[in-house]
């Protein structure tokens, strides 16, 4: 199996002001397939500082290629 794309999906979770939780998501596509979960963790907080927004969950999505 070849990988053909990896993405990662970070999700903030928020109240608001009656009571309700909200998530809502930002997903980057077209990531270094070769990159390591500390990687992932160190762009996750560089995002975090350029938005001003905390991410709650990092999803790390790979798609794979399988060959016939």
Do not use: C, W
Request: hydrophobic share 35%; glycine share 2%.
């Amino acid at each position: 199996m070849t990988i053909k794309n990896v993405a990662i999906i970070l999700t903030q979770s928020t109240t608001t002001q009656d009571g309700k939780t909200v998530k809502t998501s930002r997903k980057i596509n077209n990531l270094n397939p070769d990159a390591s979960t500390e990687d992932f963790r160190t762009f996750a907080a560089m995002i975090e500082v350029l938005t001003g927004e905390h991410y709650d969950q990092i999803e790390v999505v790979k798609t794979s290629m399988i060959n016939v």
